[in-house]
């Protein structure tokens, strides 16, 4: 069984940082891109940030551009996603996912092949 484990959500004061982890089990997914998704409470789940499988190419949704950035280290077999400058409107359970080979405008619509349970991050004003 494959499962993408998330770590590093929690509770941090506006302007906060967070660090969050995806740190797949079961295979290596050196070959996969890695993506971010969230869903706020009522609202649908939404693109957040993405990278290739080299890490040699990023992609981030528009309205955390500059604040956040996605990592990932193939030895390790882990991505991250680096939050600064958090504001209340960040507050979601934020998943990861894999996708094998490229990452494509699908992707980014939440064509997927694999999901994480999903981590809470709560940002208060």
């Known amino acids: 069984q494959v499962l993408l484990v998330e770590s590093g959500g929690g509770l941090v004061q506006a302007g906060g940082s967070l660090r969050l982890s995806c740190a797949p089990s079961?295979?290596?997914?050196?070959?996969?891109?890695m993506g971010w998704f969230r869903q706020a409470s009522g609202k649908e789940r939404e693109f957040v940030a993405a990278?290739?499988?080299?890490?040699?190419?990023?992609y981030y949704a528009d309205s955390v551009k500059g604040r956040f950035t996605i990592s990932r280290d193939n030895a390790k077999n882990t991505v991250y996603l680096q939050m600064n400058s958090l504001k209340p409107e960040d507050t979601a359970v934020y998943y990861c996912a894999a996708n094998l080979g490229v990452w494509t405008t699908a992707q980014a619509m939440g064509v997927i092949d694999y999901w994480g349970q999903g981590t809470q991050v709560t940002v208060s004003s």
């Open positions: 990278i290739s499988w080299t890490g040699g190419s990023t």
């Open positions: 079961g295979r290596t997914f050196s070959r996969y891109a």
